[in-house]
């Protein structure tokens, strides 16, 4: 049983630039968050992707964008790309948007903005 | 108040000692709290939960002590292993339709098992 899968491991971006993330939830999972971790920092919590939709949203600007596919995998989209971007992206699934129990994450993609 | 504070921030700890992990919190509202391990070039990975129903909780060598009033909450990790040297996280989240998917997290603590 496949986990929660990101592509890319690792991305080299400039400034200005935008990318690209993607996520495949663990089998079974229709619910998707985005979280974004600094370099020794807590994960911080980006949005949630549910039936196609944003649900909920954390304290991140409009250049973060995303998408859920109807095959419940999900896109994380970064426009003008900053310095401070350079992060792990966190992807994680559940089931259901209900609970935050089983959350499982993936291990993520290491953006780096030069 | 949407914060959680951990502290320490870093541990050394003996092999076979025990690891004693701490976090405070604010929002009362606040009703699941989740302890992730995360390895080098991983995702954090679930360790043990606890809801404010309970004031203790234990998994095999990992114990989570909560204290409602203090608005406290604890991790324990007895006859601790080199192989559990990570990066531990406390979380907690509020579990209504308005808030689930958003765990808050604490900064984290690094551990060291020395053999």
């Known amino acids: 049983d496949a986990g929660v899968t990101q592509s890319p491991t690792h991305l080299i971006k400039t400034r200005g630039q935008q990318v690209t993330l993607r996520c495949s939830p663990k089998s079974g999972h229709d619910t998707v968050s985005w979280y974004q971790q600094a370099l020794g920092q807590g994960p911080q919590f980006i949005f949630q992707?549910?039936?196609?939709?944003?649900?909920q949203r954390g304290n991140f600007p409009d250049r973060f964008s995303g998408h859920q596919f109807p095959n419940y995998s999900s896109e994380l989209n970064v426009n003008a790309l900053l310095l401070g971007d350079s992060a792990l992206y966190l992807c994680?699934?559940?089931?259901?948007?209900?609970?935050?129990?089983?959350?499982?994450f993936g291990s993520g993609t290491q953006l780096s903005v030069l | 108040q949407q914060q959680v504070k951990q502290s320490p921030q870093s541990l050394i700890v003996q092999k076979g000692g025990i690891s004693i992990i701490n976090c405070a919190y604010e929002?009362?509202?606040?009703?699941?709290f989740p302890w992730y391990q995360q390895f080098p070039g991983k995702g954090p990975a679930l360790l043990i939960a606890?809801?404010?129903?309970?004031s203790e909780k234990k998994e095999g060598r990992f114990t989570i002590s909560f204290n409602k009033s203090a608005k406290q909450f604890s991790l324990h990790i007895m006859d601790s292993q080199p192989g559990d040297s990570a990066t531990y996280f406390c979380a907690a989240s509020i579990e209504t339709p308005s808030n689930t998917g958003k765990l808050i997290f604490g900064q984290g603590t690094t551990l060291q098992v020395k053999p």
């Open positions: 994680a699934s559940s089931l259901g948007w209900a609970t935050n129990e089983k959350l499982f």
């Open positions: 992707y549910y039936e196609e939709e944003e649900r």
């Open positions: 606890i809801r404010p129903d309970v």
């Open positions: 929002n009362t509202a606040f009703d699941y």
